[in-house]
Each structure stands twice: as structure tokens, then as C-alpha cells.
């Protein structure tokens, strides 16, 4: 199937599937294309949250779009990488025309709409009756605790949650000095307390803390064990949907990059992720053969996954590493982390999220207490961060930029550096805040800049 049209050009697609298996056809294309030398620098987009391949193909669209006026003298190609990803419906897109399909009317929390039913029936294909249990209970929501156990399994059995390797957990991220394979603890402790714990969050997101400018305060509405509920099924979603995204880059992207090395060696690659695919281009830097130096320069645009992924060692963990400590130096260039403290997704959820996924009592003193749950706050600590809201932690030398400051020549030759774009990444609404809100001018700039592209 060829590539659509995008507005700019050459544009290819790269399609894998869960396992990090690429469409061969479409790989073959790109591979056949490139090597004909008509390109000098190859712009590579993986998203995140996505339902379906043509919002993905919208977006790669748009951010692409100020590309060529804004080096209009460069031999460019583009990439959309398409993976099984999803969103849920009740998260908007800032400034973003939704599909016919989203366009249907979304139920108010804790129901599961009929679009993002479809969406879990696409990623997690034959689970079709757990979907139908899970989406009964959260309509009726009964008001006993039996229910919310019998919730909390079948949203165990819909995301399968045992898996080996690096991509096990939440918390995969890092890696402490002991094998484990243990199941993610949002999952496996009881299900009521955790669903407290993120109503909860969803509180404090929806109370307006960390409003963005210009951004109407939303009514503080105390939630319930339901919407926890729900939350908890988003959550255990996006941690499925953060392993494959590892996955995908490390087994998939990784190793195309390497076969387009091989045919095309002069080709300079820009590696660009959102959110888990923010994480999927940084896990293909793993995936990359010995010796390839085509990579000249990855951004991150409000990446989903662990602030510390790059970390040698944690500040108060010395014998935890990042998963992709020292990979940073795979690249012949920067790695640029954009982040925003508009980010709700990854400024509240996110953390808890994964503190949830990777409890470590050695890390903080024992276990929770039956009051505080896992609390928001004190419990959480800088362990949980994420690099989309505030950058890349405890790497040294990693210098912190204003957004005008990036666009005004700062950014380092190699080496990581943080980008604070909270002057345009900065709308939408809860629960995610501005996590979305990645399609601007300035976003594209930077990636030129990173990559030296003029």
C-alpha cells in the first residue's frame, strides 16, 4: 500500500506490529527510495496515543508541515511510524480536528464509550467479551467490593500483564541490581484501594492544580471508587501500550535503521517521538548494530517514560541504572527533551501510575500505609518523574533551555538537553492537560536545530 499524502514530500510509512515485526513491502519501499541518494536528511515521527493510522497520518501532517519553509534548502524526506497504540476518547487533542468516528458524543466518566471500546478491541484483539465485562461494570458500577476485585482481574486479564525482559513492567525503565519479573503492583494489590488512589489524582487534575494559562477552572467534584476504576483500566492500558513501545523500537525501528545504514550511509537520521513514542525512538538507539553512527539527532516531544531512563545511576539508588544508560551516546548529535509543566498526564497520573507499576519498599521506607494509599505527594518523589514534564534527570552535564533560547542556536553538538516548551505546549483540558498539544512551529524548529538542518 502506498504511502497517502501528507503535504510534504517524499513521505514513507513504516509499519510494525506488536512485536516490532515491520510491514516488509513498506520497509522494502523506503530501503529502495532512499538509497537512490535524492535525500540528505530523513525526519523519523513515531506517535503515541493514537486510535487509528489516519490520526497519526493527520498529525504527521501537521507538525511536518512548516518543515520545508523553514529549511527550504535541505534534501529532506519524512517517515510516520504506525504502531499499535491507542487513546481513550474523553482525551481531547488540542487544536486537533477529530475523526467522524470521535466525533460521536463521549459519555461522562466512569462509562467506557463505544469509541474507546473499539479502541481496546484493536489493540487487544480477541478480548471481546472482557472488553463487554469491563465496559458492563463500569456502566453499572455496583456498589460492592467483589466488583471492583472482579474489575481489577479482568483488567489483568485484558493487558496480560506477566512478560519477561526489559519491557516486563511500568517500571521498566530502570533497572535495579535484581532480576524480577513480578506483575505491575497497580494490578496485583487491592483493587479498591488503588482505585481510590487514582480518584484521587483525578481530583487534583481536574481541580485545576497546574492549570494552564487561558484555560478555564474546572469544577473540584470529589470522585468516586467508578472513576477511579476507569482511570485505573486508562492506566493499565498506557502501561501495555508503553512495553510494546519499547518493544517496537528496540526489535523494529532499531534494526530498519540499521539495513538503511547499510544501503545509505550518508542519509543523516532525526529520530522524533511523542509520548510512548518518545520512548520507542529511544529504545531503537538498543536495537541499533554495532557501529552505526546515522543517527544525528532524537527529540522528545512530552515523553512517556521514566526521567532517570538515561541515568547511570539513580541519586538515591546507586545500584539502579536507567534502561538506557550511556545509549544516549549512540547518537552523532543531541538528544533534545521538550517538556511542559501543563502536562497533567505526566505530571500527576504518570508518576502514580508507575509507582503503582514498580513499588520498591526499599526505596521508600516500607509500605504505604492503609490511609494514604500510594498516595500523590510525599510517596511519590522524583523517582516516578517523567521526561515530558521535567526533562532528562541525574545524566551530568545535561544543560536546561529556555524554548527561545533552543531556537536562538543554545542547544549542545551531543549529549542530552532539557527543553522547557511550557510557552506553547500549554492547552487542554483534564486529564491529560497539555500532553497533546505538541503541534507547533516552534516544535519543528527545534527538531531542525537539533539535528543541525538548515
Known amino acids: 500500500m502506498a504511502a497517502p499524502v501528507i503535504g510534504v514530500s517524499p513521505y514513507w510509512e513504516l509499519t510494525f506490529d506488536a512485536d516490532g515485526d515491520v510491514d516488509e513491502p513498506e520497509q522494502n519501499r523506503l530501503l529502495a527510495d532512499v538509497s537512490q541518494g535524492k535525500v540528505r536528511d530523513l525526519l523519523v515521527f513515531a506517535h503515541g496515543w493514537n486510535n487509528e493510522r489516519s490520526g497519526a497520518t493527520r498529525l504527521y501532517g501537521r507538525f511536518f508541515a512548516p518543515v520545508p519553509s523553514l529549511a527550504p534548502k535541505a534534501r529532506l524526506g519524512y517517515v510516520g511510524v504506525i504502531w499499535p497504540s491507542m487513546m481513550f476518547a474523553d482525551e481531547p487533542v488540542p487544536d486537533f480536528p477529530p475523526s467522524a468516528a470521535a466525533a460521536v458524543p463521549v459519555p461522562p466518566r466512569p462509562q467506557l464509550d463505544k469509541n474507546s471500546r473499539h479502541a481496546l478491541l484493536e489493540v487487544f484483539p480477541g478480548r471481546a ?10 456502566e453499572q458500577h455496583p456498589d460492592d467490593g467483589p466488583a471492583l476485585e472482579e474489575f481489577g482481574r479482568l483488567v489483568r486479564l485484558l493487558v496480560e500483564v506477566r512478560a519477561q525482559g526489559p519491557q516486563a513492567s511500568c517500571a521498566a525503565d530502570l533497572l535495579v541490581a535484581r532480576a524480577s519479573d513480578a506483575e505491575p503492583g497497580m494490578l496485583t494489590r487491592d483493587t479498591a484501594q488503588v482505585c481510590r488512589d487514582f480518584a484521587r489524582a483525578l481530583e487534583r ?7 494552564a494559562p487561558g484555560t478555564a477552572a474546572f469544577a473540584f467534584t470529589p470522585k468516586g471508587l467508578w472513576d477511579g476504576a476507569h482511570e485505573l483500566l486508562r492506566q493499565a492500558t498506557y502501561y501495555a501500550m508503553k512495553r510494546r513501545a519499547g518493544a517496537v523500537g528496540e526489535h523494529g525501528l532499531g534494526p530498519v535503521l540499521g539495513r538503511l545504514a547499510l544501503i545509505a550511509p550518508d542519509v543523516r537520521v532525526h529520530l522524533v517521538g511523542h509520548s510512548f513514542g518518545g520512548r520507542l525512538v529511544s529504545f531503537a538507539l538498543r536495537g541499533l548494530p554495532e557501529g552505526v553512527r546515522t543517527v544525528k539527532s532524537v527529540t522528545l516531544l512530552q515523553g512517556a517514560f521514566s526521567h532517570y531512563a538515561f541515568a547511570a545511576r539513580l541519586p538515591d539508588a546507586p545500584h539502579t541504572e536507567g534502561a538506557l544508560s550511556g545509549r544516549q551516546h549512540r547518537i552523532d548529535g543531541p538528544l533534545v527533551c521538550c517538556h511542559s509543566r501543563f502536562d497533567s498526564a505526566l505530571g500527576t497520573l504518570y508518576p502514580l501510575a508507575s509507582r503503582m ?3 520498591d519498599r526499599s526505596l521508600t521506607g516500607g509500605a504505604p500505609g492503609a490511609a494514604e494509599g500510594f498516595g500523590i ?7 516516578w518523574g517523567a521526561m515530558g514534564h521535567d526533562g532528562v534527570q541525574a545524566v551530568d552535564g545535561t544543560p536546561r533551555f529556555t524554548l527561545a533560547e533552543a531556537l536562538n542556536g543554545r542547544l549542545p553538538a551531543s549529549g542530552c538537553a532539557n527543553v522547557d516548551a511550557s510557552a506553547v505546549v500549554c492547552h487542554g483540558g483534564p486529564p491529560s492537560g497539555a500532553h497533546s498539544d505538541i503541534v507547533h512551529r516552534e516544535l519543528a524548529r527545534v527538531v531542525l536545530a537539533a539535528g543541525r538542518v538548515s
Open 129 to 138: 467479551t472482557v472488553v463487554e465485562q469491563i465496559a458492563r461494570l463500569l
Open 205 to 211: 487534575v481536574e481541580s485545576g492544580d497546574g492549570e
Open 357 to 359: 507499576a514498580g513499588d
Open 377 to 383: 505527594g510525599r510517596v511519590l518523589g522524583p523517582r
